[in-house]
T-cell receptor, first 119, second 109 residues
Framework: GAVVSQHPSWVICKSGTSVKIECRSLDFQATTMFWYRQFPKQSLMLMATSNEGSKATYEQGVEKDKFLINHASLTLSTLTVTSAHPEDSSFYIC???????????????FGPGTRLTVT | GQNIDQPTEMTATEGAIVQINCTYQTSGFNGLFWYQQHAGEAPTFLSYNVLDGLEEKGRFSSFLSRSKGYSYLLLKELQMKDSASYLCAAMDSNYQLIWGAGTKLIIKP
Protein backbone atom coordinates (compact mmCIF):
# COMPACT_ATOMS: atom_id res chain seq x y z
CA GLY A 1 0.00 0.00 0.00
CA ALA A 2 0.85 3.71 -0.03
CA VAL A 3 1.87 3.98 -3.67
CA VAL A 4 2.49 7.30 -5.36
CA SER A 5 2.78 7.66 -9.11
CA GLN A 6 4.12 10.49 -11.21
CA HIS A 7 3.56 11.25 -14.84
CA PRO A 8 5.45 11.73 -17.03
CA SER A 9 8.62 10.02 -15.84
CA TRP A 10 10.68 12.14 -18.18
CA VAL A 11 9.97 15.06 -20.49
CA ILE A 12 11.94 17.20 -22.90
CA CYS A 13 10.50 20.58 -23.81
CA LYS A 14 11.58 23.72 -25.58
CA SER A 15 12.45 26.89 -23.76
CA GLY A 16 9.40 29.08 -23.20
CA THR A 17 6.86 26.29 -23.12
CA SER A 18 4.96 24.99 -20.09
CA VAL A 19 5.09 21.50 -18.66
CA LYS A 20 2.60 19.83 -16.33
CA ILE A 21 3.63 17.03 -13.98
CA GLU A 22 1.00 14.91 -12.23
CA CYS A 23 1.36 13.25 -8.87
CA ARG A 24 -1.22 10.68 -7.78
CA SER A 25 -1.70 8.68 -4.61
CA LEU A 26 -3.04 5.36 -5.85
CA ASP A 27 -4.30 3.64 -2.75
CA PHE A 28 -4.67 6.27 -0.07
CA GLN A 29 -5.98 9.78 0.40
CA ALA A 30 -3.16 12.29 0.38
CA THR A 31 -4.12 15.16 2.63
CA THR A 32 -0.76 16.78 2.00
CA MET A 33 1.52 16.62 -1.01
CA PHE A 34 5.03 17.93 -1.32
CA TRP A 35 6.99 18.94 -4.40
CA TYR A 36 10.77 18.66 -4.40
CA ARG A 37 13.47 19.51 -6.88
CA GLN A 38 16.80 17.77 -6.97
CA PHE A 39 19.83 18.83 -8.98
CA PRO A 40 22.53 16.27 -9.78
CA LYS A 41 24.50 15.11 -6.75
CA GLN A 42 22.50 17.36 -4.44
CA SER A 43 19.88 16.63 -1.84
CA LEU A 44 16.17 17.22 -2.07
CA MET A 45 15.02 20.82 -2.08
CA LEU A 46 11.45 21.35 -0.92
CA MET A 47 9.65 23.66 -3.32
CA ALA A 48 6.16 23.75 -1.88
CA THR A 49 3.64 22.03 0.33
CA SER A 50 0.05 21.69 -0.72
CA ASN A 51 -2.99 20.65 1.24
CA GLU A 52 -6.06 19.45 -0.59
CA GLY A 53 -8.41 22.28 -1.45
CA SER A 54 -6.15 25.11 -0.35
CA LYS A 55 -3.35 27.16 -1.84
CA ALA A 56 0.15 25.77 -1.80
CA THR A 57 2.76 27.11 0.59
CA TYR A 58 5.95 27.89 -1.27
CA GLU A 59 9.44 27.81 0.18
CA GLN A 60 11.51 30.94 0.16
CA GLY A 61 13.03 31.60 -3.24
CA VAL A 62 10.52 29.53 -5.20
CA GLU A 63 8.45 31.61 -7.62
CA LYS A 64 4.81 30.69 -7.20
CA ASP A 65 3.87 32.23 -10.54
CA LYS A 66 6.40 30.07 -12.30
CA PHE A 67 5.70 26.82 -10.48
CA LEU A 68 1.94 26.48 -10.33
CA ILE A 69 0.67 23.85 -7.95
CA ASN A 70 -2.87 22.55 -7.84
CA HIS A 71 -4.11 20.01 -5.29
CA ALA A 72 -7.73 19.73 -6.33
CA SER A 73 -8.46 16.30 -4.93
CA LEU A 74 -7.20 13.95 -2.24
CA THR A 75 -5.44 11.82 -4.84
CA LEU A 76 -4.04 14.29 -7.35
CA SER A 77 -1.65 17.21 -7.30
CA THR A 78 -0.14 18.87 -10.34
CA LEU A 79 2.97 21.01 -10.79
CA THR A 80 3.10 23.20 -13.87
CA VAL A 81 6.43 24.73 -14.82
CA THR A 82 5.49 27.80 -16.81
CA SER A 83 7.72 29.39 -19.43
CA ALA A 84 10.40 26.80 -18.77
CA HIS A 85 14.07 27.69 -19.21
CA PRO A 86 17.14 25.46 -19.36
CA GLU A 87 17.96 26.27 -15.73
CA ASP A 88 14.65 24.61 -14.76
CA SER A 89 16.02 21.29 -15.97
CA SER A 90 16.02 19.06 -12.92
CA PHE A 91 14.57 15.98 -11.27
CA TYR A 92 11.18 16.82 -9.79
CA ILE A 93 9.84 14.50 -7.11
CA CYS A 94 6.50 14.57 -5.37
CA UNK A 95 5.62 12.93 -2.11
CA UNK A 96 2.35 12.42 -0.34
CA UNK A 97 1.24 12.08 3.21
CA UNK A 98 -2.10 10.79 4.41
CA UNK A 99 -3.75 10.04 7.67
CA UNK A 100 -5.25 6.75 6.66
CA UNK A 101 -2.12 4.92 5.64
CA UNK A 102 -0.52 2.21 7.74
CA UNK A 103 2.72 2.61 9.60
CA UNK A 104 3.52 6.22 10.35
CA UNK A 105 0.91 8.91 9.74
CA UNK A 106 3.54 11.48 8.98
CA UNK A 107 5.69 9.41 6.69
CA UNK A 108 6.05 10.77 3.19
CA UNK A 109 5.63 8.36 0.30
CA PHE A 110 7.58 9.36 -2.76
CA GLY A 111 6.68 9.18 -6.39
CA PRO A 112 9.28 7.88 -8.86
CA GLY A 113 10.21 11.36 -10.01
CA THR A 114 10.07 13.27 -13.30
CA ARG A 115 13.21 14.23 -15.14
CA LEU A 116 12.68 17.52 -16.96
CA THR A 117 15.06 18.69 -19.65
CA VAL A 118 14.50 22.11 -21.17
CA THR A 119 16.34 22.75 -24.44
CA GLY B 1 17.81 27.82 12.65
CA GLN B 2 17.11 24.28 11.59
CA ASN B 3 19.97 22.16 10.42
CA ILE B 4 20.88 18.59 9.57
CA ASP B 5 24.48 17.44 9.27
CA GLN B 6 25.72 14.21 7.79
CA PRO B 7 28.95 13.25 6.02
CA THR B 8 29.08 13.90 2.31
CA GLU B 9 30.61 10.61 1.29
CA MET B 10 31.73 7.33 2.82
CA THR B 11 33.46 4.27 1.41
CA ALA B 12 33.17 0.73 2.73
CA THR B 13 34.00 -2.81 1.67
CA GLU B 14 31.52 -5.45 0.60
CA GLY B 15 30.59 -7.66 3.57
CA ALA B 16 31.66 -5.09 6.13
CA ILE B 17 29.68 -2.80 8.46
CA VAL B 18 29.26 0.95 8.06
CA GLN B 19 27.71 3.58 10.31
CA ILE B 20 26.34 6.82 8.87
CA ASN B 21 25.93 9.57 11.44
CA CYS B 22 23.45 12.42 11.46
CA THR B 23 23.09 15.34 13.85
CA TYR B 24 20.09 17.60 13.83
CA GLN B 25 18.79 20.87 15.21
CA THR B 26 15.11 21.54 14.69
CA SER B 27 12.29 23.63 16.11
CA GLY B 28 10.56 20.87 17.99
CA PHE B 29 11.03 17.24 17.10
CA ASN B 30 8.62 14.59 15.90
CA GLY B 31 10.96 11.89 14.77
CA LEU B 32 13.82 11.12 12.45
CA PHE B 33 13.68 9.36 9.11
CA TRP B 34 16.29 7.62 7.03
CA TYR B 35 15.77 7.22 3.30
CA GLN B 36 17.82 5.44 0.65
CA GLN B 37 18.15 6.98 -2.79
CA HIS B 38 19.79 5.31 -5.77
CA ALA B 39 21.05 7.58 -8.51
CA GLY B 40 18.24 8.83 -10.72
CA GLU B 41 15.54 7.37 -8.52
CA ALA B 42 13.23 8.70 -5.82
CA PRO B 43 14.01 8.10 -2.14
CA THR B 44 12.69 4.98 -0.45
CA PHE B 45 11.86 4.76 3.23
CA LEU B 46 14.26 2.87 5.48
CA SER B 47 13.44 3.74 9.07
CA TYR B 48 11.71 6.05 11.51
CA ASN B 49 12.78 6.71 15.11
CA VAL B 50 10.96 8.89 17.58
CA LEU B 51 12.06 7.27 20.85
CA ASP B 52 15.61 6.86 22.06
CA GLY B 53 17.28 3.60 21.23
CA LEU B 54 18.07 1.21 18.46
CA GLU B 55 15.58 -0.09 15.91
CA GLU B 56 16.74 -3.13 14.01
CA LYS B 57 15.33 -4.16 10.66
CA GLY B 58 17.26 -6.92 8.97
CA ARG B 59 20.68 -5.72 7.84
CA PHE B 60 19.78 -2.12 8.64
CA SER B 61 19.49 -0.57 12.09
CA SER B 62 18.80 2.99 13.14
CA PHE B 63 19.64 4.65 16.43
CA LEU B 64 18.35 7.84 18.02
CA SER B 65 19.44 9.97 20.96
CA ARG B 66 17.03 12.86 21.40
CA SER B 67 19.07 14.50 24.14
CA LYS B 68 22.12 14.63 21.86
CA GLY B 69 20.25 15.44 18.65
CA TYR B 70 21.97 12.47 17.08
CA SER B 71 21.08 9.49 14.96
CA TYR B 72 22.95 6.88 13.01
CA LEU B 73 22.12 4.33 10.37
CA LEU B 74 24.03 1.05 10.64
CA LEU B 75 24.35 -1.18 7.62
CA LYS B 76 25.67 -4.72 8.11
CA GLU B 77 26.90 -7.33 5.65
CA LEU B 78 27.24 -4.71 2.98
CA GLN B 79 26.27 -5.63 -0.55
CA MET B 80 27.16 -3.86 -3.77
CA LYS B 81 23.49 -2.87 -4.19
CA ASP B 82 23.77 -0.81 -1.00
CA SER B 83 25.77 1.76 -2.95
CA ALA B 84 23.43 4.75 -2.81
CA SER B 85 22.85 8.04 -1.07
CA TYR B 86 21.38 7.89 2.43
CA LEU B 87 19.25 10.82 3.47
CA CYS B 88 18.61 11.80 7.06
CA ALA B 89 15.49 13.90 7.71
CA ALA B 90 14.15 15.26 10.99
CA MET B 91 10.53 16.17 11.47
CA ASP B 92 9.96 19.48 13.22
CA SER B 93 7.09 20.68 15.38
CA ASN B 94 5.02 21.46 12.26
CA TYR B 95 5.51 17.92 11.01
CA GLN B 96 7.68 19.21 8.18
CA LEU B 97 10.75 17.22 7.16
CA ILE B 98 14.09 18.98 7.36
CA TRP B 99 16.44 17.16 5.01
CA GLY B 100 20.14 16.55 5.24
CA ALA B 101 22.27 16.80 2.10
CA GLY B 102 22.68 13.04 1.99
CA THR B 103 25.65 10.71 2.40
CA LYS B 104 26.90 8.99 -0.71
CA LEU B 105 27.97 5.47 0.23
CA ILE B 106 30.42 3.74 -2.08
CA ILE B 107 30.84 -0.01 -1.68
CA LYS B 108 34.03 -1.58 -2.97
CA PRO B 109 34.51 -5.30 -3.67
Amino acid sequence: GAVVSQHPSWVICKSGTSVKIECRSLDFQATTMFWYRQFPKQSLMLMATSNEGSKATYEQGVEKDKFLINHASLTLSTLTVTSAHPEDSSFYICSARGQDVPAFSYEQYFGPGTRLTVT
Amino acid sequence: GQNIDQPTEMTATEGAIVQINCTYQTSGFNGLFWYQQHAGEAPTFLSYNVLDGLEEKGRFSSFLSRSKGYSYLLLKELQMKDSASYLCAAMDSNYQLIWGAGTKLIIKP
